[in-house]
């Protein structure tokens, strides 16, 4: 019968592990000698600077081979998005709300058209080009010497009319005639249109409530985004550009609200991709909660 293993004192065990932590019969530490941990650390050192070394080399090889001012590949995007300003995005879907007779409900939409415009601001504008020719495209092929820069073309925010802030500060929301402002994506070398004699602009309908709707007006007139903001080069080659606007004001009647589908129309952007609401077109909701005196009266009677 085998016997059994004698069962060793904590002291022991400390022992047994000092004595291979350091062995001085054999001049061992932890079961190797001085010599062999020197072999071993100059092995582990020189792997893993050859690692670091060809990591190194194959971070430089991939910037080397990179556009700074384009990406490589844009398959990915093949027509822009449109976003609407006021931003109230949801969920699911984008619903403008507001009350035009209450201040604090109507100025939160002022307040953010106006934070919205501040780059377009015509001091902030000095460096850009003015003068444009306008209704072509703006085709940059070389880089401006000093700055190694793309000239970019001013957008004044006078083009957007009474939708501008600068005549009515409240954007038209203190009253039925609100102001929304669409703007078209950035993609790198896009050009919205190949067709000379069509021109590139924003078209809304109505999809709900179009009994409510009395009049909708375009700034700048048609809806147009000239040429000569088209193409872009990157943030880059471009840090002063800004991006063509357009301005929709809506008479809203009857019981104040619509829902609108608002596109940039150009044979070169697409509309109906299911997958993206937001490829080449927006939906939004429009809605005053404002009540007339007399139907508030009604309401007030009902109760």
Same mark, same amino acid.
């Given at each position: 019968?085998?016997?059994?293993?004698?069962?060793?004192?904590?002291?022991?065990?400390?022992?047994?592990?000092?004595?291979?932590?350091?062995?001085?019969?054999?001049?061992?530490?932890?079961?190797?000698?001085?010599?062999?941990?020197?072999?071993?650390?100059?092995?582990?050192?020189?792997?893993?600077?050859?690692?670091?070394?060809?990591?190194?080399?194959?971070?430089?090889?991939?910037?080397?081979?990179?556009?700074?001012?384009?990406?490589?590949?844009?398959?990915?995007?093949?027509?822009?998005?449109?976003?609407?300003?006021?931003?109230?995005?949801?969920?699911?879907?984008?619903?403008?709300?507001?009350?035009? *007779?209450?201040?604090? !409900?109507?100025?939160?939409?002022?307040?953010? @058209?106006?934070?919205?415009?501040?780059? /377009? #601001?015509? &001091?902030?504008?000095?460096?850009?080009?003015?003068?444009?020719?306008?209704?072509?495209?703006?085709?940059?092929?070389?880089?401006?010497?000093?700055?190694?820069?793309?000239?970019?073309? *001013?957008?004044?925010? !006078?083009?957007?009319?009474?939708?501008?802030? @600068?005549?009515?500060?409240?954007?038209? /929301? #203190?009253? &039925?005639?609100?102001?929304?402002?669409?703007?078209?994506?950035?993609?790198?070398?896009?050009?919205?249109?190949?067709?000379?004699?069509?021109?590139?602009?924003?078209?809304?309908?109505?999809?709900?409530?179009?009994?409510?709707?009395?009049?909708?007006?375009?700034?700048?007139?048609?809806?147009?985004?000239?040429?000569?903001?088209?193409?872009?080069?990157?943030?880059?080659?471009?840090?002063?550009?800004?991006?063509?606007?357009?301005?929709?004001?809506?008479?809203?009647?009857?019981?104040?609200?619509?829902?609108?589908?608002?596109?940039?129309?150009?044979?070169?952007?697409?509309?109906?991709?299911?997958?993206?609401?937001?490829?080449?077109?927006?939906?939004?909701?429009?809605?005053?909660?404002?009540?007339?005196?007399?139907?508030?009266?009604?309401?007030?009677?009902?109760?």
């Amino acid at each position: 019968m085998a016997t059994l293993k004698e069962k060793r004192t904590c002291g022991q065990r400390c022992e047994d592990f000092g004595h291979f932590v350091w062995n001085s019969d054999n001049g061992t530490l932890m079961g190797r000698t001085p010599e062999k941990w020197v072999y071993i650390s100059l092995y582990y050192a020189a792997f893993y600077v050859v690692m670091t070394a060809l990591f190194c080399l194959a971070i430089w090889v991939l910037m080397y081979t990179l556009d700074p001012y384009a990406p490589d590949y844009q398959d990915r995007l093949p027509s822009p998005g449109v976003m609407v300003w006021p931003d109230k995005y949801g969920e699911e879907h984008i619903e403008i709300t507001y009350n035009s *007779s209450d201040r604090a !409900s109507w100025s939160k939409m002022s307040t953010c @058209l106006h934070k919205f415009l501040e780059p /377009y #601001n015509d &001091t902030l504008q000095k460096d850009c080009d003015h003068n444009c020719i306008k209704g072509k495209y703006f085709i940059q092929d070389h880089f401006t010497a000093d700055t190694h820069t793309k000239k970019s073309c *001013s957008f004044p925010v !006078s083009l957007l009319g009474p939708c501008s802030g @600068l005549q009515d500060p409240t954007f038209g /929301y #203190n009253c &039925t005639m609100p102001c929304v402002i669409i703007k078209m994506n950035r993609i790198i070398n896009f050009l919205p249109s190949l067709n000379t004699s069509q021109e590139i602009q924003v078209n809304c309908t109505v999809l709900e409530g179009e009994e409510n709707v009395k009049e909708i007006k375009y700034y700048p007139d048609n809806g147009i985004m000239d040429r000569s903001y088209f193409p872009y080069y990157g943030n880059l080659a471009q840090s002063k550009y800004l991006n063509p606007l357009v301005a929709v004001r809506v008479d809203l009647v009857g019981k104040r609200w619509a829902k609108f589908q608002c596109r940039v129309v150009a044979d070169k952007i697409s509309y109906e991709n299911i997958h993206d609401p937001y490829e080449g077109k927006v939906v939004f909701t429009l809605k005053n909660l404002h009540l007339e005196p007399s139907r508030m009266h009604n309401q007030g009677s009902a109760i």
